[in-house]
């Protein structure tokens, strides 16, 4: 049986499971800003019937900072209790959006389900390969890299930012 996260049913809660000390949750759809505040409210009612918990994130299509955020929460929660919060199976999209923001590097994350009940292997970092930063000045996608940042600049600043472009 599934649970709505969200109202438009952009994600879903299995019925969590229990095995190894562990409550696994799987989740499958769209972890984003509309199923956030409803995501958030299930993980901490799981994590008050367990402090150990498992996210399988390998149906999850799409993620976003709202999403992440929830996860974060969760995580920092579960600690506070005395437990732990361990990310299993990403997609390749989770896998993405988990690199690009860094938090592959805050996250206990696991290839599987079974890898992350009993700890091991963790996913190595080759997965989750560093995110490329343009440098100041490049071009991506018609928009000058650093841009913004230069105008927020004290005047004197961006003169010298301006004679390292080369």
Not at 42 to 48: D, E, G, I, P, T
Not at 99 to 116: C, L, Y
Request: proline fraction near 7%.
């Amino acid at each position: 049986m599934t649970h709505p996260a969200a109202h438009d049913t952009s994600l879903r809660l299995t019925s969590p499971t229990n095995r190894g000390g562990y409550v696994i949750a799987a989740l499958s759809g769209e972890l984003g800003i509309a199923s956030a505040p409803t995501l958030r409210e299930q993980l901490a009612s799981l994590l008050r019937a367990a402090s150990h918990l498992i996210i399988d994130l390998s149906a999850v299509e799409h993620a976003d900072a709202s999403g992440l955020a929830v996860l974060v929460g969760s995580r920092r929660r579960a600690r506070l209790l005395g437990g732990s919060l361990r990310l299993a199976a990403p997609s390749p999209e989770v896998a993405r959006v988990l690199s690009a923001t860094g938090m592959n590097h805050h996250f206990e994350i696991f290839p599987t389900v079974r890898a992350a009940i009993t700890g091991q292997p963790r996913l190595p970092e080759v997965i989750f390969p560093s995110a490329t930063v343009p440098a100041y000045g490049h071009r991506i996608d018609g928009v000058i890299a650093g841009a913004a940042a230069q105008s927020a600049m004290p005047v004197s600043d961006r003169a010298t930012a301006r004679a390292g472009q080369g």
